[in-house]
């Protein structure tokens, strides 16, 4: 795992390892980025560990950015200010601040990058 130098460094899948998170049916990789900025910068990568129920919780993250990177699989996703949108591997999108959103469905092989600022933020459930 990357440690907090304040120099360059390199995660390597072989020494990654998956904790629990936000979410009781994905799991969560850290890659070291919020312990070499300090705390600014958050970076993971979320894979799903349970087949998809439906939708994930209608919610919004308190936030200054939020970029994911969808690296395997597919997934359904609404976001307040643009609607309902389709994704396979390869696509991005961004979350602009305190945007409401909701993950509708996910594929099996679902996998993400996830990138925030900051690294620490609260998360708000709204009930639908």
Not at 60 to 65: A, C, K, T, V
Not at 86 to 101: C, E, I, R, S, T
Request: glycine residues 8%; aromatic residues 10%; hydrophobic residues 40%.
């Amino acid at each position: 795992m990357a440690e907090a130098t304040g120099k360059s460094f390199a995660a390597h899948a072989s020494d990654a390892t998956w904790k629990e998170g936000l979410r009781s049916y994905m799991a969560y990789r850290g890659l070291g980025i919020t312990e070499a900025t300090n705390g600014k910068v958050m970076a993971h990568v979320i894979r799903a560990n349970e087949p998809c129920n439906g939708p994930m919780g209608y919610h919004y993250h308190d936030l200054e950015f939020q970029l994911n990177y969808l690296i395997k699989g597919t997934a359904r996703v609404y976001l307040e200010d643009i609607g309902e949108i389709q994704l396979a591997a390869g696509d991005a999108w961004y979350q602009a601040p305190n945007v409401k959103h909701e993950v509708l469905e996910y594929s099996d092989d679902f996998e993400v990058l996830e990138i925030t600022m900051p690294a620490d933020f609260p998360t708000h459930e709204i009930p639908r």
